[in-house]
């Protein structure tokens, strides 16, 4: 018995000292684990305090570069909410008011129906997701604008919309995704909620919405026979789905509580909560004709109180379409081409992720068969064709329900065309507008121009928006006139072919149709400028030279089918893609191979110069006092910046630079995680609708000041893609399918936010403009003339157009300012243009964006998580910052080498002029140096480090003195 009891004594102390060592082991992963995941922590949890050290002489100069208007975040949200009701109505939108339906009674009760009356769009999936709770609902608004709401039929439809299924836009995971409309049949309505709506006024609201991930279905039953996703199967919606029916039509439900709302109700009002174009010709006359129809997309926080407005006549409707509206989309050229098809012979291209984790190592592809003639630019160049007799078959007022530019009003206007000048650069048109109505009202004035075209030629579209004003509220019989102004150049098309195949933009010689429109298809006026010829090899901005950069992908066009050809519509319309070989249509599909340069010197880093990031507020990014800065930096300081981007750009202690808090996103400074007390706008499509350049950079400015109260310097937003097809998901964070209307739109946004010191990540560059496998490799084909014309120019608008003043101190301390740019943020795309991601093509980034156009700024990545987005590849093509942490996507290869080095440095040199430049510096002067504390959570760290040794230490004494027993009992 003694034995055994000296056995089991003896096991006690091997048991702790395991123990102990466990728990050393706990604190050092502890450690190794937190410093990996160091820019994550710091951004959820708070970074390092800082400390200024003000250069002597200088305690007493005005730093405050930004003034914040506001006390706190929750002041600055509720003047940013007053804006977004503002901006919702000037952008929505009126498509129909028969017989004077609208503006409503008062005095008359309502009947909000439908499930998107109780559950309203107020944003999208993804990145621009919104909390509900934060919001105005629909019911508020009308009741703020003095409504009486039928609560019956609210009520009852409150309770019960969550009992249907509606469509869930999954991120990246169309296993999960479902597409159903989710409206309460009129069937499952009480007889007593039924009875409630008779003699009222019935507003019936139509809701679709998006997200970022994955696109809207273009095929209800094939999309649910597929068996794709586990969450979109049979329900008694699905029995109801007909053969072809899309996402975009009025169901069978909606149709039926139409013709309920009909029988019951004095008048029917349709509020589409929508932010992309639908199907509903069907509204406008027969069975489901409805008296009004007010377009009022995803409203943000506060929208609701502008539709309200709207509806009680409080505010005249004065919003345009972003987008022509077809009366079948099916019919549209870019209908066979939208989503993607696979390259059938790639099977392991980039099989593995960052972090080891299995990819799609297949390969798909989509085809811009379209060309130029996206939106308006086909429907009314086929207009054209027809009328000259060269095109049959086409019917534009059967095809078209609303044009492009198109709304209606509570007053009326008469416009005139006053005058069209050429000085040689610049046309300019004077437009009178004057309000011919009873009530005061603002009038948008269109001018587009056509240009000379000859069958066999370069492509032109019949009729393209030059530029575009809005007036001021006029009251009845006030006038305004109107200066509309855009560059001569901006006629030209671009020429693939030009000046021996290097590429140019030409002018042709002949008669260029300026007109006045009210929409896209209705002329007022118009005049003719004679022009000689001109080729165009100089950009207006930088002066330097242009030529192709996209010659692959016009190759590939050209050598598997061709683009949609205004020579012969009939002929070139596109057809249905396919899956095909990759080999079949000679195209090399390879991972990107890093290759070293070594003619490059290994810079200086590490050096001892004494300058600050604050001294280079104001100064040229070509300035030489950048290169003593930049010397200063070490290795490791660039990679922690670059290499852990997510959300914020990380102190640098060599040269005083701040951290910066960036968040997302198109919605405003909403989160995916929750709330954030900011305030969360309407879609970028609404915006696009005011067509008011002004009212946008209020939102800039407003999203700027909220930034001041919470500590941001960047944002993750606006995105200039384009409405290439009504089905991409993430069409409420576009602007239009106009690519002047959203140039102007985006640059005024970005040079408000910049007025407050927000550098806006601009997004995403470029031709991402669909979700379906964004991340699966998937490559973008168009011809050149149809990325510049269509998809770069917003982008390029917005880079040259952008400005803001700046304010800064010289060296004696003295208040300065200059014309800055606004725009020194871009953000890069998960898709390829041809077989090269966005993020590390060269010609894209580098070429055209900063060569040609004249950007000086930092350019991030989407998400970096997928091993095709190579960091090599993107510091080779001028992509400066990774959006991840590097824990989740592994290090910068070869980072100590020569070349690496070279690049990181050119990308500090980006991103430390966008943060020298923006609020991250308010209050900081000239020659002041800051110090680093320890953020937070390390204290934590270093509490339960001490924890942990100290039990394991206090295991391990007890484990020595559990020995020394046993060895006395031995004895």
Known sequence: MAKQAKVKGRKRPVAKIVFAVALVALAIALNVGTSMFSSLLDHYLGGRPSQTVVAEGSENWDANYYDAKYRGRNQANRAAQDVVAEVEGEGAVLLKNDNNALPLDTSKTVSLLGRYAADAVYGGAGSGTVDPS???????GLQNAGFTINDTAYGWISQNYPNYAKADITMDSPSTASYYIGEIPWSDYPADVQYSVTGTTGVIVIGRGGGEGGDLSTNLKESLDSGVSKNFTDNNETANYEEGQHELELTREEKELITAAKQSCDKVVVLLNCSTTMEVGSLMSGEYSVDAILNIGSLGASGANGVGNILSGAVNPSGKTCDLWSADFTKDPTFQNFGGKRYTDVSDYYGTNHNNTPSDGTAYFTEYREGI?????????????????????????????????????????????????????????????????????KQVAEIYYSAPYTKGGVEKSAVVLGAFEKTKLLEPGESQTLKLAYDIDDMASWDSSANGGKGAYVLDAGDYVVSLRTDSHTVVDSKALALDSRTITKDSATGNDIQNEFADTTKYMRNNGGVMSRADFAGTFPKPAEDKASSDVGVSITEYQAQGDPGVQMPTTGASNGVSLIDLRGKDYDDPLWDKLLD?????????????????????????KPATSDPDGPAGFTSLTGSTGNCAYCSEYVMAQTWNKELIYAVGQAVGQEALSSGYSGWYAPAANTHRSPFAGRNFEYFSEDPVLAGNICAAEVSGAASNGVYAYVKHFALNDQEGYRIQHLMTWADEQTIREVYLRPFEITVKDATYEERFLDGRGEVQTRTAKACTGIMSSFNYIGTEWTGGRRSLLTNVLRDEWGFRGMVITDFNLYGYMDKSAALAAGNDLQLTYSAMS??????????????????????????????????IAPGTIIKYGIAPWQYGVYAATVVLVLLATLLGFLSYRQVKCNAVRDA
Do not use: W
């Open 373 to 441: 003639y996206v939106g308006y630019r086909y429907y009314e160049t086929a207009a054209a064709e027809v009328a000259a007799g060269n095109y049959t078959g086409f019917d534009y007022d059967q095809a078209v329900v609303f044009p492009f530019g198109y709304g209606l009003s509570y007053t009326t206007f008469s416009e005139t065309l006053d005058s069209v000048e050429n000085d040689g650069k610049t046309v300019t048109a004077s437009v009178t507008v004057t309000n011919t109505g009873p009530v005061a009202g």
């Open 632 to 656: 200063q930096l070490t290795v490791d300081e660039m990679t922690s910046v670059i290499n852990d981007g997510a959300y914020n750009t990380a102190e640098v202690p060599s040269i005083s």
């Open 134 to 140: 934060d919001c105005v609902t629909l019911c508020q």
């Open 890 to 923: 592994g290090s910068i290869p070869n980072a100590n080498g020569a070349t690496t080095v070279s690049q990181m440095r050119q990308a500090m040199h980006n991103i430390l002029y966008t943060v020298v430049n923006s609020n991250a510096v308010n209050g």
